[in-house]
């Protein structure tokens, strides 16, 4: 079946510097990829979308790529900030109306 | 505040009991998604409506889930008999054009005891 995969691990890092969490997707060939920020307790938030043919597309400090060779998308953080510590997630639809999401990566960032 | 809305924010019940969960959509949106999430676990699709047909349900979890949305704005999701094992963040969401970009609520917390 169609999955979206993350790191389920924690990602710490110092801020100020770059953020790079990986989704891997399998099973399908999706026609775009999302990321999503969510804080705990709230609903997800709307960062990105990148389309299959586009490398790359940034958005201030973020920057999504999408590898179809690779079947991966790499979200980047620059100069990250305290502020940016949230779960992060990856999401596709999966051809159909059935949406599809990855567990999401936890960011922390240090101060 | 215009974006998505749900109702209640919190629901305690015990196990056989049912409930009805809320989702006021953004006005101008014609798609509607629900999905659950469980701690850890990224949201898992239940259904989907756009204006007031559901076009997809095979996610729903089993009979004794059901979704409406009879005049194509707010929906409504009812979760008969309820389990333990449906506690959980049911969330709501919204988009304009396709799956594109959706609009998230602010979930319902649903506690089965």
């Known amino acids: 079946s169609q999955k979206i995969e993350q790191n389920s691990e924690a990602l710490n890092i110092q801020e100020g510097k770059t953020a790079t969490l990986t989704c891997n997707y399998t099973n399908y060939s999706p026609a775009y990829l999302q990321w999503y920020r969510q804080d705990p307790g709230r609903g997800p938030v709307f960062l990105l979308l990148?389309?299959?043919?586009?490398k790359e597309k940034r958005k201030e400090r973020l920057k999504v790529t999408f590898d179809t060779t690779l079947k991966q998308s790499l979200f980047h953080i620059t100069a990250s900030q305290p502020a940016d510590s949230a779960t992060y997630l990856c999401?596709?639809?999966?051809?159909?109306?059935?949406?599809?999401f990855g567990t999401g990566t936890r960011l922390k960032v240090l101060a | 505040d215009t974006g998505v809305s749900q109702d209640p924010r919190h629901k305690i019940t015990k196990r056989g009991q049912n409930v009805t969960f809320r989702c006021d959509p953004i006005?101008?949106?014609?798609?509607l998604y629900w999905y659950r999430q469980t701690l850890g676990q990224g949201p898992e699709f239940l259904t989907y409506?756009?204006?007031?047909?559901?076009?997809?349900k095979s996610r729903l979890l089993s009979d004794r889930f059901s979704a409406e949305r009879p005049k194509g704005s707010f929906s409504t999701l009812e979760i008969q008999r309820t389990e333990q094992g449906d506690s959980a963040m049911y969330l709501c969401?919204?988009?304009?054009?396709?799956?594109?970009?959706?609009?998230f609520g602010p979930g319902t917390r649903l506690t089965v005891t």
């Open positions: 990148i389309r299959e043919n586009e």
């Open positions: 409506f756009q204006n007031e047909a559901q076009l997809e």
């Open positions: 969401a919204s988009s304009l054009r396709g799956p594109y970009e959706q609009y």
């Open positions: 999401a596709s639809d999966s051809g159909t109306y059935k949406y599809i």
């Open positions: 006005s101008e949106h014609n798609r």
